[in-house]
C-alpha cells in the first residue's frame, strides 16, 4: 500500500486566495482525521470522520475552513480566503475504524507526508 | 480542548545514553500511542498501548500504560544518532463501541551528541 497521500507537498500562496489540500487514506481505511502543525501549538486535531461523516470538527479554526469527505478514498481541506497565520503544515491521517473484536484492541491512525501551506 | 501534557519539551544527551519521557492526562484514555515524526515527514507510530499497566518493547524502545490509565512513558535505551526527532504521545478514547479522536502531546524534541 502507498500509505496515506497528500498532495500538494508545499504550497505558497498569497493572503486571500482560496486554498485546497487534498487526502487520498489508505484504502480500507474508515477514519481519516485533519491536523494542523505549528511549532507555537504543536498537532491540533481539525475534524475526523468515520465513513465519511464528519464526526467532530470542534477543532475547525473558523468558517474560513471546510473540510469534504465526498466518497471514501478522498477528502479536502479547504481554506478561503486564505490569511499569513493559516502558514503550517497540515496533515492527513487515515485509520482502521473497527475494533479488532478478537483481541479488543484498536488500530493506529497513519500519517501521510503533509502539505507545507505558507501564505504571504 | 483535551490535553496531553508531555515532558519534557525537548532533550540533549550523548550517544549512548538512555532516554525518558512521558505524557499525563486529567482524563482516562483507552489507547496510548507514541509516535516520531522526523523533519519534513509525518509522525510515524513506534508503540501502541491497549491495556492498562501494558509495556510493550519495540527494539531498543519501551513503552507502558499507566495503571489509571491517564499516563504513559516512553524509554528508549543507548540512544544513537538516528534516534534524533521529535516524539509525541498520542491518546484515544472510545465512545459507545466506536473509536474517538486522536490527541496528541506537545513533543519533545531529542537530540543526540555523537
Known amino acids: 500500500d502507498a500509505g496515506v497521500i497528500q498532495s500538494p507537498r508545499h504550497e505558497v500562496t498569497e493572503m486571500g486566495q482560496e486554498v485546497t489540500l487534498r487526502c487520498k487514506p489508505i484504502s480500507g481505511h474508515n477514519s481519516l482525521f485533519w491536523y494542523r502543525q505549528t511549532m507555537m501549538r504543536g498537532l491540533e486535531l481539525l475534524i475526523y470522520?468515520?465513513?465519511?461523516?464528519?464526526?467532530?470538527d470542534s477543532g475547525m479554526p473558523e468558517d474560513r475552513f471546510s473540510a469534504k469527505m465526498p466518497n471514501a478514498s478522498f477528502s479536502t481541506l479547504k481554506i478561503q480566503p486564505s490569511e499569513p497565520r493559516d502558514s503550517a503544515v497540515y496533515f492527513c491521517?487515515?485509520?482502521?475504524?473497527?475494533?479488532?473484536?478478537?483481541?479488543?484492541?484498536?488500530?493506529?491512525?497513519?500519517f501521510g507526508q503533509g502539505t507545507r501551506l505558507t501564505v504571504v | 480542548g483535551q490535553q496531553l501534557n508531555q515532558s519534557p519539551q525537548s532533550m540533549f544527551i550523548q550517544e549512548g545514553e538512555d532516554v525518558s519521557m512521558n505524557c499525563t492526562s486529567s482524563?482516562?484514555?483507552?489507547?496510548w500511542l507514541w509516535y516520531k515524526q522526523d523533519p519534513g515527514e509525518g509522525p510515524v507510530l513506534l508503540i501502541a498501548?491497549?491495556?492498562?499497566?501494558e509495556l510493550t518493547s519495540n527494539g531498543r524502545l519501551t513503552a507502558q500504560f499507566g495503571i489509571t490509565r491517564k499516563d504513559s512513558f516512553l524509554n528508549i535505551s543507548a540512544s544513537i544518532p538516528s534516534d534524533v526527532g521529535i516524539y509525541f504521545c498520542?491518546?484515544?478514547?472510545?465512545?459507545?463501541?466506536?473509536?474517538?479522536?486522536?490527541?496528541f502531546g506537545k513533543g519533545t524534541k531529542l537530540s543526540v551528541k555523537p
Open positions: 470522520f468515520n465513513n465519511n461523516v464528519p464526526i467532530d
Open positions: 491521517a487515515s485509520r482502521d475504524g473497527g475494533a479488532n473484536k478478537e483481541t479488543k484492541t484498536n488500530t493506529e491512525a497513519f
Open positions: 482524563s482516562i484514555f483507552n489507547t
Open positions: 498501548l491497549y491495556k492498562a499497566g
Open positions: 498520542a491518546g484515544q478514547r472510545n465512545y459507545g463501541g466506536s473509536q474517538g479522536n486522536l490527541i
